[in-house]
């Protein structure tokens, strides 16, 4: 079956970078896109950006544009989203989610970022 | 940068029917915003409910349903139980982007 499994809990200091993991598996890694998602604590879903696995392009969210880096690594299955520059206003749970065609499917289980001195 | 509005927050009775819009400050929304809806429970990552406008996935409860409705993305939720009680979110696609709602907490009392 479909899976996104996603790196464990981060905690990271003011001013420091975070790199999370997103390892697909069940289906055609290529085939479809990936997308970041951030939900700060007690708020709404704040889209990030996207990659294509097959091709490696990305589409940033204006807002992050400069902080964050996705990337993948195809013989893993795995895409990966750095966020740099770290503040207090980064502490969320970061999500991937996968999509194609407009058709959002598939979510991993989250990966809470707590960025604190 | 479009700004995605749903309602805060709505109450329905078990057994009712309930809709829940989300507009875009851009002006109407229309099947090119390519809408998805989401239900997020506490604790848990969101679920996908709805794309493109009205379909659904395989694993969508037949009791929701999407549309387009004066002007705005509508989910409709008919005979509602109580583990239907959850925030849900709108998604669009808006000049290259995709912004979420603010969602809608969904009561059911």
């Known amino acids: 079956q479909v899976q996104l499994v996603q790196s464990g809990t981060e905690v990271k200091k003011p001013g420091a970078s975070v790199k999370i993991s997103c390892k697909a598996s069940?289906?055609?890694?290529?085939?479809?896109?990936i997308h970041w998602v951030r939900q700060a604590p007690g708020q709404g879903l704040e889209w990030m950006g996207i990659?294509?696995?097959?091709?490696?392009?990305?589409n940033y969210a204006q807002k992050f544009q400069g902080r964050v880096t996705m990337t993948r690594d195809t013989s893993a299955s795995t895409v990966y989203m750095d966020l740099s520059s770290l503040t207090s206003e980064d502490t969320a749970v970061y999500y991937c989610?996968?999509?194609?065609?407009?058709?959002?499917?598939?979510w991993g289980q989250g990966t809470l970022v707590t960025v604190s001195s | 940068q479009t700004v995605v509005t749903q309602e805060p927050s709505l109450t329905v009775s078990p057994g009712g029917t309930v809709t829940l819009t989300c507009a875009s400050s851009?002006?109407?929304?229309?099947?090119?915003?390519?809408a998805n809806w989401f239900q997020q429970k506490p604790g848990q990552a969101p679920r996908s409910l709805i794309y493109?406008?009205?379909n659904k996935h395989s694993w969508t409860p037949a009791q929701f349903s999407g549309s387009l409705l004066g002007g705005k993305a509508a989910l409709t939720l008919s005979g509602v139980q109580p583990e239907d009680e959850a925030e849900y979110y709108c998604?669009?696609?808006?000049?290259?982007?995709?912004?979420f709602g603010g969602g809608t907490k969904l009561t059911v009392l």
């Open positions: 990659i294509n696995p097959g091709s490696g392009v990305t």
């Open positions: 851009t002006g109407a929304v229309t099947r090119g915003y390519n």
């Open positions: 493109n406008t009205n």
């Open positions: 069940g289906y055609t890694f290529t085939s479809y896109h």
């Open positions: 989610a996968r999509e194609l065609n407009i058709e959002w499917t598939y």
């Open positions: 998604l669009l696609y808006c000049d290259g982007a995709w912004v």
